[in-house]
Each structure stands twice: as structure tokens, then as C-alpha cells.
T-cell receptor, first 114, second 116 residues
Framework: GNSVTQMEGPVTLSEEAFLTINCTYT??????LFWYVQYPGEGLQLLLK?????DKGSNKGFEATYRKETTSFHLEKGSVQVSDSAVYFC?????????????FGQGTTLQVKP | DTAVSQTPKYLVTQMGNDKSIKCEQN?????MYWYKQDSKKFLKIMFS???????INETVPNRFSPKSPDKAHLNLHINSLELGDSAVYFC???????????????FGPGTRLLVL
């Protein structure tokens, strides 16, 4: 079946530190991959996405590359800010089945301290 | 302008009651979803409707009944509420499968349900 696994949180960093949140997936067919972000008390917002192998998604200084050989989609940012503190979700949609069903990882909480 | 809206934002109720959560999207999307987020932040799909037709039903207890009066609205009715129903419920929408970007889902702000 389809599944997404993220690194355990919380991740605590100082401002301007480098961020990596690991995400690996299991899927049949050719999934599209997403990172969503949930700020405290809010809904989810799409952060970035990639729809095929070797695509790089990027937004607001965050990047993730779709690696088919390692079935990974790790999220990175070169210099985090306090305002980046949130819960980050890796997710996939299996284009093979095309039902639009998003499969989420368990979420990783990021805390950035000044 | 709010793209995907939900009401109410908070809902506190007693066990055994029946309650509804409403969702509306003004994006012109054809597909709408309900997700449940538990206390550990884990998100799982419950239902999906495409143009008022049910396409995903993820083994949710039949106390939960989605209703889509038109493609801009997807409401969730819950009968005989139980303690375990306490969670945050998110509505989302996406474009039609044959449109430009059918895979990106846009989420509402969530409804925080507490069953006492």
C-alpha cells in the first residue's frame, strides 16, 4: 500500500540554522509528492510539490527533490526563521489510482528559537 | 477572500448528541474532501466527493454522513457523538481531474470538535 514516513519531532533549531526534515515514501505507480505546513491554530497550506522523479519543488526558501531511487522527498531550508515554527507534513497522491486521496506522514514539529 | 471556509470553528458538545460541520469553497473546484486530525496531529482522509458524487469513503463509522448539496458545499453530519470523535476536522478542495492541477488540495481552517 501507499505510505509516508517522516522523521520524529520535535525539531528544535536556532534562528539561521540549516533545516532538514526527512521524508520517505512507499507507493505503487508514480505518486506526486507534497509538503504542507500547518501554523499554530490554522489549517494546512501547500508549501511545495513535485510531480515526477528529479523534480525540485521550492517556495519561501524551502526546497525538496523527488528522489525515486531512494523514495525520498526531504525538506530543506538554508536559514530558518522564528516564523517558520510550525508542523510540516509530507504527503503523496498516487497518480496511478488518481482518486486524489492524500496520504500524509505523521507530521514533524519545528521550533525555531531566536 | 476566503477560499475554503468551515463553520463552526469550535464545537463543544456532549456525548450522544448529533452535530453538523459545514464547508464551502469559492474556488470553482469540483472535488471536496473531509480529513480528520487526531490529538497526535495525524491526518487521515474520511470522504471525498466529486461533483456531488461520493468517490472515497475510508471505512468511517456510518454515524458520519457527508452531504454535498452542490459542488461548492460539502457538509459533515455526525450522529451519536462519542468521546473518540474529538479531533480537528478539515475540509479541502481540488480542481477536476481533467483540469490543470487536480492534485493540489486547498484546506479550510479546521473545526475543533470536543466531545465531553
Amino acid at each position: 500500500g501507499n505510505s509516508v514516513t517522516q522523521m520524529e519531532g520535535p525539531v528544535t533549531l536556532s534562528e539561521e540554522a540549516f533545516l532538514t526534515i526527512n521524508c520517505t515514501y512507499t507507493a505503487t505507480g508514480y505518486p506526486s509528492l507534497f509538503w504542507y505546513v500547518q501554523y499554530p491554530g490554522e489549517g494546512l497550506q501547500l508549501l511545495l510539490k513535485a510531480t515526477k522523479a528529479d523534480d525540485k519543488g521550492s517556495n519561501k526558501g524551502f526546497e525538496a527533490t523527488y528522489r525515486k531511487e531512494t523514495t525520498s522527498f526531504h525538506l530543506e531550508k538554508g536559514s530558518v526563521q522564528v516564523s517558520d515554527s510550525a508542523v510540516y507534513f509530507c504527503a503523496l497522491v498516487n497518480s496511478w489510482t488518481n482518486t486524489g486521496k492524500l496520504i500524509f506522514g505523521q507530521g514533524t514539529t519545528l521550533q525555531v528559537k531566536p | 477572500d476566503t477560499a475554503v471556509s468551515q463553520t463552526p470553528k469550535y464545537l463543544v458538545t456532549q456525548m450522544g448528541n448529533d452535530k453538523s460541520i459545514k464547508c464551502e469553497q469559492n474556488l470553482g473546484h469540483d472535488t471536496m474532501y473531509w480529513y480528520k486530525q487526531d490529538s497526535k496531529k495525524f491526518l487521515k482522509i474520511m470522504f471525498s466527493y466529486n461533483n456531488k458524487e461520493l468517490i472515497i469513503n475510508e471505512t468511517v463509522p456510518n454515524r458520519f454522513s457527508p452531504k454535498s448539496p452542490d459542488k461548492a458545499h460539502l457538509n459533515l453530519h455526525i450522529n451519536s457523538l462519542e468521546l473518540g470523535d474529538s479531533a480537528v476536522y478539515f475540509c479541502a478542495s481540488s480542481q477536476a481531474v481533467l483540469a490543470g492541477d487536480p492534485e493540489t488540495q486547498y484546506f479550510g481552517p479546521g473545526t475543533r470538535l470536543l466531545v465531553l
